[in-house]
T-cell receptor, first 113, second 115 residues
Framework: AQSVTQPDIHITVSEGASLELRCNYS??????LFWYVQSPGQGLQLLLK??????LVQGIKGFEAEFKRSQSSFNLRKPSVHWSDAAEYFC???????????FGGGTRVLVKP | SAVISQKPSRDICQRGTSLTIQCQVD?????MFWYRQQPGQSLTLIAT?????????ESGFVIDKFPISRPNLTFSTLTVSNMSPEDSSIYLC????????????FGSGTRLTVV
């Protein structure tokens, strides 16, 4: 069965600093990988996704993620965080198109002024 | 991308009662997914709903507790039955956007509190 691990429950970062959120997955075949953001009281918004091609994926809001098959990782990065980036971030893996997603436990990001 | 309207956005319910959550999509989709997000937790899939067939439930979720209807390709409901405080969660519906392969869109969620 597929699984997703986000090792960091909380991360605090200063505004303007870089951010990296870790995600490790377990899946037998080529995974479909996603990063979602959930702002307080809001639904989930897709930041980016990977299912084939270039392993460095660009997303919205200045985020990018890199798929590393050898490390079973799909880490999310942003060079310079803004106060509005404070939110909960979820990594997810899907088996195939039209199939369910399995989510990691989430990482809550706090941004210091 | 697909737009999902989910109702109600929040509710406070008495234990032992039931609540039906509606999910309306602005385009036709094959499958709709229902997730639960317990306080401070991640999302867990409850069931997958195909139009015209019974929903497929994940381990730990049963139809008697979470009956689902899927009368057409743009609409689904999830009922939380005989509620207890442990059912207090955010419930979200999701679809795979027909115009964006592998692009799963989520509704804004229903925040349920059972007292």
């Amino acid at each position: 069965a597929q699984s997703v691990t986000q090792p960091d429950i909380h991360i605090t970062v200063s505004e303007g600093a870089s951010l990296e959120l870790r995600c490790n997955y377990s899946y037998g075949a080529t995974p479909y990988l996603f990063w979602y953001v959930q702002s307080p009281g809001q639904g989930l918004q897709l930041l980016l996704k990977y299912f084939s091609g270039d392993t460095l994926v660009q997303g919205i809001k200045g985020f990018e993620a890199e798929f590393k098959r050898s490390q079973s990782s799909f880490n999310l990065r942003k060079p310079s965080v803004h106060w509005s980036d404070a939110a909960e971030y979820f990594c997810a893996v899907g088996e195939a198109a039209g199939n369910k997603l399995t989510f990691g436990g989430g990482t809550r990001v706090l941004v210091k002024p | 991308s697909a737009v999902i309207s989910q109702k109600p956005s929040r509710d406070i319910c008495q234990r032992g009662t039931s609540l039906t959550i509606q999910c309306q999509v602005d385009s036709q989709v094959t499958m709709m997914f229902w997730y639960r997000q317990q306080p401070g937790q991640s999302l867990t899939l409850i069931a997958t709903a195909n139009q015209g067939s019974e929903a497929t439930y994940e381990s730990g979720f049963v139809i008697d507790k979470f009956p689902i209807s899927r009368p057409n390709l743009t609409f689904s409901t999830l009922t939380v039955s005989n509620m207890s405080p442990e059912d207090s969660s955010i419930y979200l519906c999701s679809v795979e956007d027909p115009d964006r392969p592998y692009g799963y869109t989520f509704g804004s969620g229903t925040r349920l509190t059972v007292v």
